[in-house]
């Protein structure tokens, strides 16, 4: 009879190595989904993994695929540590980027340094107040975050879908579901010009800095921790529940907003029906193969982001679908939780004795 008990103590290592250790047991599942395709494994990995960033352009379309992945996994941290599960994060950077670009779209004319950070704000806004909703119903009903989150998810989509077709298309757009372009104002300034990379990954790395103090060094931070991992010593310490909920939900709402806006502002430039390739919910796979960890989702949302760009190239070089990207992130997702379950428990085999 096999059994799975509990470790007594966990390897502090082996936790840390984990994800290391999953990233590469994606790599030789690919090597072996390659070989089946038909396809040389060795010239398939390098093709998938290294061709996307073998020069300065392609390390730029990295950064610009992980400054999105980065800033909601940061948010979506705070949530986490709380044991708060929101999944719903698509939903608020949708959200965030309709409420920034309701603002580059009505000033589209207008020429003012004021602009930008009105729509950076805004779009914090807008995403905060969307992870409201279910930290509203959550503490006053104490209804499921989980299921709440991801069905607002939805919601915020088929909104934007109307405002593209209806009163924000632009009129001058030959009926293309989208709106007209923000103006240079509402634009996120390239980092270096002829490349992609733009303001919005400073606000990253800012934001980044900022959640890694709050942790390590304050007691919003500390009760965060306790919260999420003893929720009966942290009634005990007196720590208000509700507050933290709100707290939590709100960061992660209002960091996911601007990742939107940092989309639509920065590589788009309008609000457009497909603004996101599943930034929200990849950044749950980001979040958690980082530990939770700022400087640990720095590095993991550099790694999911580079399936983005391999899987195009993937679909370029090699004819395979683009969707490869998404099972290469689950597979990185299966293995995290396999090692994660091996780190904390341990599989015995007993005898069965008849009588």
């Not at 073998?54 to 909601?72: H, W």
């Not at 309709?98 to 805004?122: K, N, R, T, W």
Request: net charge positive; proline share 5%; glycine share 10%.
């Amino acid at each position: 009879m096999i059994k799975i008990v509990p470790r007594g103590n966990s390897s502090k290592s082996m936790f840390i190595f984990a994800p290391f250790l999953s990233v590469i047991f994606t790599l030789i599942t690919a090597s072996i989904i390659f070989f089946i395709m038909g396809y040389n494994p060795i010239e398939a990995i390098i093709i998938f993994f290294y061709s996307p960033i073998s020069n300065l352009y392609g390390i730029s379309e990295l950064l610009v695929k992980a400054t999105p992945l980065c800033l909601i996994a940061i948010g979506l941290s705070f949530c986490f540590k709380n044991n708060l599960y929101n999944i719903g994060a698509e939903g608020q950077l949708t959200m965030g980027a309709i409420f920034g670009g309701g603002i580059g779209i009505y000033f589209y004319d207008v020429s003012s340094f004021l602009i930008l950070p009105a729509m950076i704000i805004a779009g914090a806004i807008g995403g905060a107040l969307w992870a409201m909703i279910p930290a509203i119903l959550k503490t006053k009903f104490n209804t499921n975050e989980i299921l709440t989150s991801l069905m607002l998810a939805y919601v915020a989509l088929l909104i934007l879908d109307y405002l593209v077709v209806g009163p924000w298309r632009d009129p001058e757009g030959f009926n293309f579901p989208k709106t007209r372009g923000f103006g240079e104002s509402g634009r996120m300034p390239v980092l270096y010009q002829g490349l992609r990379v733009h303001f919005g990954l400073i606000i990253t790395l800012i934001l980044v800095f900022i959640s890694y103090f709050i942790y390590s060094k304050t007691i919003f931070g500390y009760q965060l921790k306790v919260s999420g991992y003893s929720p009966r010593a942290a009634k005990f310490a007196g720590y208000n529940k509700n507050y933290l909920i709100f707290s939590a939900f709100a960061i992660s709402g209002a960091f996911a907003g601007i990742a939107g806006i940092g989309e639509v502002s920065g590589p788009i430039g309008l609000l457009y029906r497909d603004i996101s390739p599943n930034y929200g919910f990849t950044a749950i796979i980001v979040c958690f193969l980082g530990r939770l960890d700022p400087l640990g989702i720095i590095l993991a949302s550099l790694v999911i982001a580079l399936t983005y760009l391999g899987a195009e190239d993937a679909q370029l070089f090699l004819r395979i679908p683009a969707a490869v990207g998404f099972v290469f992130q689950g597979l990185v997702l299966f293995f995290l939780l396999g090692t994660d379950l091996l780190v904390n428990f341990k599989i015995k085999v007993k005898e069965k004795h008849g009588y």
